[in-house]
């Protein structure tokens, strides 16, 4: 999923990524600079179901304290990357899908409408469409209420600038993984596991998990059902595990994940750095607007 080909003229300036733990930055650019301003417990709290800013006089002041000022009165385009749990995202079979985008919308909306737990037609709905033979696609699809965007986007809004580009972190991440036959990504970010699957460059499932403990044993069953499934549905074992957000428990998470899935585990990376729980959408997008 190439974000970088929405934007006909030059990519936003400014970056950013919002999590629980803070805000990361970037300026975009041939040397993107980056920065990370931490939030105090309970200003966001992350959720496909509620509001997610708590505390918006505090996510304003972050957010300002993180915005460069800008040279002129216009409004400057940014890029915001949202946390991966204020979302749901779905892949779905179509035997044919319509070339119409009018139709194409309603076609994803009343397939979404029943295993999303919000009202569709108050959402925000986009989606991608990946070809997979014939007149078939699979279309990847995101959802997220349009309270829950509004409320991201305003302190940014505020402080006079002007998101071009949302999108969540897990998407954004994928720029960051090589095509592989498949390669399952582990993307740890605070109490949210989000599991995705990839084959030849398509997406094939994703899983956003809330966990209970960020304990090993538990992440390793989590990711259990999703290599069964990779091995019953796609006719072949999964290639390798990327990890991304362990932190310094990455080397124990790859050692019980070897064990216990008897797969290639590595970390994901960066050309700008390691991802971490933190900033890897934001280093997705500074990747994808690069190439």
Request: aromatic share 6%.
């Amino acid at each position: 999923m190439n974000l970088s080909s929405i934007w006909k003229d030059p990519p936003p300036v400014l970056a950013f990524e919002l999590s629980e733990s803070g805000i990361a930055v970037a300026r975009t650019g041939s040397k993107p600079e980056l920065e990370f301003c931490p939030l105090k417990s309970g200003v966001i709290s992350v959720s496909p179901l509620r509001d997610n800013v708590l505390e918006p006089d505090e996510l304003a002041r972050a957010v300002r304290a993180t915005t460069p000022p800008s040279p002129g009165k216009k409004r400057r385009d940014v890029a915001i990357v949202l946390p991966d749990n204020c979302a749901r995202v779905s892949v779905l079979d179509f035997d044919d899908f319509p070339s119409d985008p009018k139709e194409r919308m309603s076609l994803v909306r009343f397939r979404i409408r029943k295993s999303i737990p919000f009202d569709v037609e108050s959402a925000a709905v986009s989606y991608w469409p990946q070809p997979a033979g014939g007149k078939k696609f699979e279309v990847a699809v995101v959802v997220t209420p349009l309270e829950i965007v509004a409320r991201y986007e305003a302190p940014f809004r505020a402080a006079g600038l002007n998101p071009g580009l949302v999108t969540i972190s897990a998407l954004s991440a994928l720029h960051l993984v090589e095509d592989g036959t498949v390669t399952v990504l582990a993307k740890l970010s605070g109490r949210f596991l989000t599991v995705l699957v990839l084959e030849k460059g398509l997406l094939r499932l994703v899983r956003c998990l809330e966990l209970s403990q960020n304990a090993i044993p538990e992440m390793a069953a989590e990711l259990y059902p999703t290599f069964v499934y990779v091995e019953d549905n796609l006719g072949v074992k999964a290639e390798k595990l990327l990890l991304c957000g362990f932190g310094t428990a990455t080397a124990q998470a790859a050692q019980e994940f070897r064990r216990e899935l008897e797969v290639e585990v590595d970390a994901l990376r960066s050309p700008l750095g390691m991802p971490d729980e933190n900033n890897a959408g934001l280093l997705g997008y500074l990747r994808s607007v690069s190439q």
